[in-house]
Every structure is written in C-alpha cells, then in structure tokens.
C-alpha cells in the first residue's frame, strides 16, 4: 500500500442502524464502483461494522471502528477491544477524537494506551489532534499539537509508524459549518510533519499520512486535498450523504 495515496475516512459517529448502513453501502457503491488511487474507509458504529464487512467483501472498500480499549479482554464492561474489531473485519481505528477527548475523558496518556493495543493487533491507527477555538485564539494551536503528538504517540517504535494516519481536527470547526482555511490546515500539517521527521526520522515523515478533519463537504474538499501536506479528510456529518461522501472521494483523485 501506497502510505501517502489519499486516505479518505467517513466516521458516522453514532449514526445509521444496519439496515441503514447496508443501504449506504449498497449506493455508495454503485454510485463510486471502486475507490481507484484512493483508500476509502467507514467507521461505523460498532453495531454495524460485521454486517458492513459481509456486504464490502468484494469491494476495496475497508472498515474502521471508532475507538479501541487497550487491554484484550476481561472485566471491562462496555468496552471493545483490539481481537474484537479484526474478527468483524477492521483494519483501521480511529483514535483520540476530539468527541472522545472533551465527552468521555480520553488523555494523551489513554491514547497513547490504545494506541498500542491497535498496533499490537495490526490495526492502522488514525490518530486525532487538535486545538479548541479558546487555544487557536491564544497562539497555542501548535504548542497543544504538538503535546497531543509528543505523549500521545509516545515511545512507539518508529518501526511501527507505517502506515499510520494523523487526523488534524481543529476543535471549533468540527460540526460547526467552520472550516480552517486550506492555508491554515497546510500550515499545521506541514509542522505535523516537521515533527514526524524529527521524532521518528524521514520513512515516518513520508508514509505517515495526514488528515483534515472539520467540516469537510463536497464544496471545499478539492481545495483542501490539492495541499501538498493533506493527504486525506476525517469526514463527519457529510459522510452521512452517500452523494456527499462520493463527491469527496472523487476529489481526492
């Protein structure tokens, strides 16, 4: 797999039943045929990613999940683990979300935890940073990245960087119709990379992909893609439009 072709991610969050998954992915993929030069990837709700693996079978299509407990099993109820996530079909799992940071608690030190669990399993991870509006205001946005990167990925073996993803998500334009401007995403994802190439060296730099996320739709996605340091989009509530969602994986080609 080519570690800098387009990565394209849909994360319905708490979104679409089975049936409503199904009928996503039986038009999706009409719609798209295949993905071309581009990974294509939904993170559904856990309740639907088996089903979604049955009907993405034969298509290049691949799974995410939308988080991931550190430990394998035991006595942790409501949690779901990495052997779980590969026996419905998961290749991918997102981490780290901003959701998940400000709604249910989740530390650089809680993902750095999951983290490892998904390498562990051979899972890729998707690894979310990102500024609140109150930090950007204040000229913290790299300084709060960057902490989020330093201990979030941790003492990971550079080794194991390989096709991961970093999703920058910038706090105040996820859901809220605002959008970084396709300059200020570069600018954060070019010192994303900077510091991949320092902490891990150049492999990692190279083929560690890097994502927007916020606010991403049809209507700004190509001006976004065509920025040499975005590899990639974290979809929200656009992935939910199969029409939508189509429209931004074409403007990755």
């Not at 935890?113 to 509006?133: D, S, W, Y």
């Not at 330093?150 to 999703?167: C, M, N, Q, V, Y």
């Not at 910038?170 to 300059?183: K, L, N, S």
Request: one cysteine or more; a negative charge.
């Amino acid at each position: 797999m080519d570690m800098r072709k387009p990565l394209i991610v849909a994360n319905w969050k708490l979104n679409n039943t089975i049936p409503e998954a199904l009928k996503f992915a039986a038009v999706f993929t009409a719609d798209l045929k295949a993905a071309g030069n581009v990974d294509v990837v939904i993170a559904a709700p856990f309740t639907s990613l088996y089903s979604l693996s049955v009907a993405l079978a034969e298509t290049d299509f691949q799974l995410a999940a939308q988080n991931i407990f550190w430990e394998d099993s035991g006595a942790f109820t409501g949690e779901v683990s990495g052997p779980l996530l590969k026996d419905v079909g998961c290749t991918y799992v997102i981490i780290g979300h901003s959701e998940r940071r400000q709604l249910f608690g989740e530390t650089n030190e809680t993902v750095h935890l999951r983290i490892q669990a998904a390498l562990k399993h051979e899972l890729i991870p998707i690894v979310c940073v990102g500024e609140t509006l109150e930090e950007r205001e204040a000229n913290r946005t790299w300084e709060v990245v960057e902490s989020q990167l330093r201990e979030g990925l941790g003492s990971i073996d550079p080794g194991a960087t390989d096709g991961f993803a970093i999703a920058y998500e910038p706090v105040w334009a996820i859901g809220t119709g605002r959008t970084a401007t396709p300059e200020q995403a570069e600018e954060v994802h070019g010192l994303i990379r900077k510091h991949l190439n320092a902490a891990y060296g150049g492999d990692a730099r190279e083929k560690t992909r890097i994502l927007y996320g916020g606010s991403v739709k049809p209507s700004n996605s190509r001006e976004l893609l065509t920025k040499p340091n975005i590899d990639g989009a974290l979809v929200g509530g656009a992935s939910l439009n199969t029409a939508h969602f189509a429209a931004i994986v074409r403007s990755a080609h």
